[in-house]
């Protein structure tokens, strides 16, 4: 008998029947890092990178990924979502730079899209790291998180600072 909800009596992962669940607002908001060069950084925010506008595609790749988190996420539920938002915020800091991520999602269905907010960021992220490549290898996808959520059975949680 375990706790964690996608193992059944047995041990076995499955997918959680949500159909009995009533449906309530869902919001989630992750964030997370790429670290970099400061002059990665710096061609990223003044749109110069030599693969086109960095922060542009790496938000529609985060907006796609989270509306397909299920094809990621064997066990996700493919959920309609109402809203995904991604921030992408460009900053140098001593020793280099990085790009602050976060992602906003929000539905109004049976389960929490807790998922959908972490895969949006880590296709953003990812994303950033594809396109910024070939001038800087060393870039790293960093402390991806959730930060919020509310609804649901287990109602709000707001990570410690």
Not at 34 to 40: I, L, N, P, S
Not at 51 to 61: C, N, Q, S, Y
Not at 116 to 129: K, W
Request: net charge neutral.
């Amino acid at each position: 008998m375990s706790e964690l909800s996608h193992l059944d009596a047995e041990g076995r992962a499955h997918m959680v029947n949500v159909g009995d669940k009533p449906a309530t607002r869902r919001v989630c908001i992750a964030r997370g890092e790429v670290e970099m060069q400061a002059a990665t950084v710096r061609q990223i925010a003044e749109g110069s990178a030599p693969k086109g506008d960095v922060l542009a595609t790496a938000r529609i790749a985060g907006i796609q990924a989270a509306k397909r988190t299920s094809e990621w996420i064997p066990l996700a539920h493919p959920l309609p979502l109402d809203a995904v938002h991604l921030e992408l915020r460009p900053e140098e800091h001593a020793g280099g730079g990085r790009v602050c991520i976060e992602a906003r999602v929000e539905a109004f269905a049976r389960t929490g899209v807790e998922m959908e907010a972490l895969v949006a960021v880590s296709a953003a992220g990812l994303t950033i790291y594809d396109m910024c490549k070939a001038v800087d290898r060393g870039m790293t996808v960093t402390a991806v998180r959730l930060v919020s959520k509310t609804g649901g059975k287990s109602g709000t949680f707001t990570r410690d600072a």
